[in-house]
């Protein structure tokens, strides 16, 4: 098999990043366990065929961790406020005032612009 691309290894680090793991259940059916043995909205009960629905499945994490701490953050860097940070575009566009935060930016990007180059074969376990 080859090796992950750069969006299935970000697709991984963001799922462990939320404290959960990806398993195989079957060909092409996918189920995560939550780390934090929570079972945040029941996720361990369901059953996925792809990584959109994952992302989907984690868009709370992508809301709080991820698009509030850059918002945060640019407003830091007199971008302003951002009313609607659910513009991952826009945020994209900010990237050079925060190098720092270069992962979380490549997280947007992949969650918006790369599920499509995501095998989860290749990253579950």
């Known amino acids: 098999m080859n090796e992950p691309n750069k969006w299935e290894r970000l697709f991984f680090e963001y799922i462990e990043f939320v404290d959960c793991t990806l398993c195989k259940v079957s060909d092409c059916q996918y189920g995560l366990k939550d780390n934090m043995s929570t079972n945040f909205a029941n996720m361990e009960n369901e059953i996925y065929s792809n990584a959109f629905e994952i992302a989907e499945e ?68």
Do not use: T
Request: proline fraction near 3%; charged fraction near 25%.
């Open 58 to 125: 984690l868009s709370y994490f992508e809301n709080d961790y991820i698009f509030s701490d850059l918002c945060e953050d640019l407003e830091k860097v007199n971008i302003g406020y951002l009313h609607d940070f659910k513009q991952p575009q826009l945020i994209l566009s900010y990237r050079h005032f925060l190098p720092n935060q270069s992962w979380k930016f490549d997280i947007i990007d992949m969650l918006y612009n790369h599920l499509d180059d995501i095998n989860l074969n290749k990253i579950a376990a």
